[in-house]
């Protein structure tokens, strides 16, 4: 079955966080992925290290993009962009730290990159049912 790629821009605000987990795991729920719970809770992670962490030096909230996309015989495959401050040390970070290591956890693959113009590209893939 192949689907359209979901692409989603949001600003970098809390209340977007429910939405576009929502929406993710809709696609997810929608396309096959076998587990839409593990999908919807890595992304809301993915995203609120982007509100919480992206733009913290930014005088108003940037954007973070989201693309879902299923791929025909291996899974959905899921990024967290942001064009903030990339993934640089906070003395003063309000998290705990166990954002990112729960997404390794849930997702079947995971990676963290620097964009080449700045920001944060965090890549999750999930299995299909």
């Keep these: 079955m192949t689907s359209q790629t979901l692409v989603r821009r949001l600003r970098a605000q809390p ?18 992925a076998a ?3 593990a999908v919807a809770l890595a992304v809301s992670e993915a995203v609120t290290n ?4 992206a733009y913290v030096d930014a005088p ?20 967290v962009c942001d064009d903030g401050r990339g ?20 997702a079947e693959s995971f990676e963290v990159q620097v964009r080449s113009g700045g920001g944060t590209q ?4 999930f299995q299909a049912a």
Excluded: C, W
């Design 15 to 32: 209340d977007q966080i429910r939405l576009i987990r929502d929406e993710v795991k809709a696609y997810a729920m929608k396309n096959g």
């Design 35 to 37: 587990d839409p719970n």
């Design 87 to 106: 993934m640089l040390p906070r003395h003063d970070s309000p998290g705990v730290g166990l954002g990112l290591p729960l997404v390794a956890t849930l």
């Design 60 to 79: 108003e909230p940037g954007e973070i993009e989201v693309v879902a996309q299923m791929i025909p015989g291996d899974g959905l495959e899921v990024f």
């Design 50 to 53: 982007a509100v919480v962490h």
């Design 122 to 125: 965090v890549r999750m893939a």
